[in-house]
Structures are given as structure tokens and as C-alpha cells.
């Protein structure tokens, strides 16, 4: 879990705690903001955190980025974190109107909708180009990143379509990257049929595989550049890191309908979700990025501007609750 503020830093300082019962005894921080990383966390290590926040009388603001964990096979182990965590938080933060209006059907708060910034830094947006310029010219690559196979992906039901679409376009290339505990015998996440279904598809000459370890940033922005289409294969999830740094550096998203990855940022749409699969929304979609090629990416402006409101919308927050009682003060 991390605990921090973000600028201004004379507001509030920067809190890494190694367990959340002792977060607010070790700062005075004015304000406790609870971001990301808290999946690992049992629900009664962060009740003891809200119990001594309260104590003390210091407003928690929590931002939720997942009603569905991708992380997690199943939805409860989540939500228990969350059913400690949002209705004690004084100030609820989610990236979507979709997610905010979620939040408030489920436990009668109401978030407060900041958008997702950039991923990729801002000198490397503006660097962005030169990758897919050393391609061979003609060719389309589709890519498909299968990491390490985290619970909320789905490959084995999307790969035939989307193999047998991209053999059908002239000049495409489906690229298919996953991580060597994955796709090697003997990795803690191999799924036997998948590997063996990428093994032959490669062997055929239909999939450009490529297995490594993760990708430190710098070779994960190149591998993303260098893609005209990235395929996101998850069947559950609310919203996508991976989105942002693909609109970072220019590569145009396939994006399942579960979640609210529609509402981040443009992308284009196949039906895919914990109940079903249409094969013939991703042929549309791939083959609508193909004929048309269209551009959804933002542009460094965009991204500094959007960083700029986003830093202006918390620090706003913030100063909101410095010096008010929080709504859940002790005696209060």
C-alpha cells in the first residue's frame, strides 16, 4: 500500500509505510491519501489504519481505480477492502463517470472524478515516432501482450479470431508478447494450452511470438511504439494503465467492453466480458483500425495540461480538508 499526497509537497509530506496501523502514528500528515497497492493488504490491517486515522482526526481521501480487480480470480477479496475503505474515506476519488456512478450504487458515496494522466514521461512522448518509422514500410502490427497471465485476461478466447483476422489483412503482423513464467514450461503461470497454441500459431508463421522476463520501461514504451494496434485480452477490469501509455505513444487501443476503458480515452470496442465474447466485434475492430488508421492518441500538450488540472484537482482536495473536521472524527 502507499499512502502519499501529490504536490504540492509543502502541503503534505510523502508517507511509505511497511504497515498500515502504524501510517498515521509515524506522519502528521494533514491529509492520508490512499492511491494504489493495497491489494496485499487484509482488510483488518487497513480497518486498523481508518480506527487510528479517526483517532487522530486526519481526513483519508481514497482513489479507486478497481471495482474488479484483474489481480483477483474472484470479486469478494476485493471488495472487502473496499467495503472498509470507502465509506470511511472522507473524499472518494475514481477516474470515470462510470466507475463514480458504480461507487455510488454500491455503498452511497459519491467520487469525485479525476482523470488518469500520462504513463509515458513527457520527453519520451515527444520522442514518439521514431520506433514505427524503422519498420518495414507496409506493415500493420497488431499486438497483444500477455504479461504473466494475470486472472483477468482471457487469451485462449479471443486468440483464433483475432489470429485468423490478421492473417486475412495484407501487410499485418499479430505480435503476441507474454513473460518466460507464463509461456515456459516449469513458470509458475504457464497455462499448457495457450503455450502450445502460440508455439504452433509461430511455427505456421501466424504469430510473431516473443517471450521475455518484464520489460524495464524504457523497452516497454519502444515494444508499445512499435505497435499500430495493442488488443487488451481481459474479461473483467475497470480501468487500464496499459490504455494511457498506449495513447502516450500513438498506438491505437482494442478495448473489451468491461470496465469503463471507453470512458478513459478513445479507443475502439469489442464486446468481451465475464458472460460473453462476440468474435465479430473484434473482426470489426481490428479491421477498422486497419482501413482507417485513425489517430486517439494525445499529444504532449494535452498530457501537460491534463497533468496541470489534475494537480490543481487534488491540491484543492486537499486544502478542503486541512483544517475542517473529517467526517468521521472522533466524538464527531
Do not use: K
Not at 508517507?15 to 490512499?34: C, F, I, N, Q, S
Amino acid at each position: 500500500m502507499t499512502a502519499v499526497p501529490v504536490p504540492p509537497p509543502s502541503l503534505l509530506p510523502t508517507v511509505e509505510p511497511t504497515a498500515p496501523g502504524r501510517l498515521a502514528a509515524e506522519t502528521d500528515a494533514g491529509v492520508v491519501h490512499l492511491r494504489d497497492d493495497i491489494d496485499d493488504r487484509d482488510p483488518a490491517e487497513l480497518a486498523e489504519l481508518v480506527a487510528e486515522l479517526r483517532r487522530r482526526g486526519t481526513p483519508l481521501v481514497v482513489t479507486v481505480r478497481h471495482l474488479r480487480h484483474p489481480h483477483h480470480e474472484r470479486p469478494d477479496e476485493h471488495d472487502r477492502r473496499l467495503d472498509v475503505l470507502v465509506p470511511a474515506a472522507d473524499v472518494v476519488v475514481t477516474l470515470t463517470p462510470g466507475a463514480a456512478a458504480q461507487i455510488e450504487e454500491r455503498w452511497g458515496r459519491p467520487a469525485r472524478v479525476i482523470p488518469h494522466p500520462h504513463v509515458v514521461p513527457l520527453d519520451r512522448m515527444a520522442a514518439r515516432g521514431a520506433v514505427r518509422s524503422r519498420r518495414p514500410g507496409g506493415e500493420f502490427r497488431v499486438g497483444l501482450h500477455l504479461r504473466s497471465l494475470r486472472p483477468s485476461m482471457d487469451p485462449m478466447a479471443i486468440l483464433p479470431c483475432l489470429v485468423e483476422t490478421v492473417a486475412a489483412l495484407r501487410g499485418a503482423v499479430l505480435q503476441v508478447n507474454g513473460h518466460r513464467d507464463a509461456l515456459v514450461p516449469g513458470g509458475h503461470r504457464v497455462d499448457p494450452r495457450l503455450s502450445c497454441y502460440l508455439r504452433s500459431s509461430a511455427e505456421r508463421g501466424l504469430v510473431d511470438l516473443r517471450v521475455h522476463d518484464p520489460l524495464p520501461d524504457a523497452q516497454l514504451w519502444d515494444h508499445i511504439e512499435e505497435l499500430d494496434v495493442s488488443v487488451l485480452p481481459d474479461h473483467f477490469g475497470t480501468h487500464s494503465r496499459w490504455l494511457e501509455a498506449c495513447r502516450d505513444l500513438g498506438t491505437t487501443v482494442i478495448a473489451p467492453t468491461c470496465g469503463f476503458h471507453a470512458q478513459q480515452g478513445p479507443v475502439l470496442s469489442y464486446l468481451h466480458d465475464e458472460a460473453r465474447f462476440v468474435p465479430e466485434s473484434l473482426v470489426d475492430a481490428v479491421r477498422g483500425a486497419y482501413e482507417e488508421r485513425p489517430d486517439l492518441s494525445c499529444s504532449v500538450a494535452e498530457r501537460r495540461e491534463q497533468q496541470a488540472t489534475v494537480t490543481r484537482l487534488h491540491e484543492h482536495l486537499y486544502r478542503d480538508l486541512v483544517g475542517h473536521p473529517p467526517r468521521h472524527a472522533a466524538g464527531g
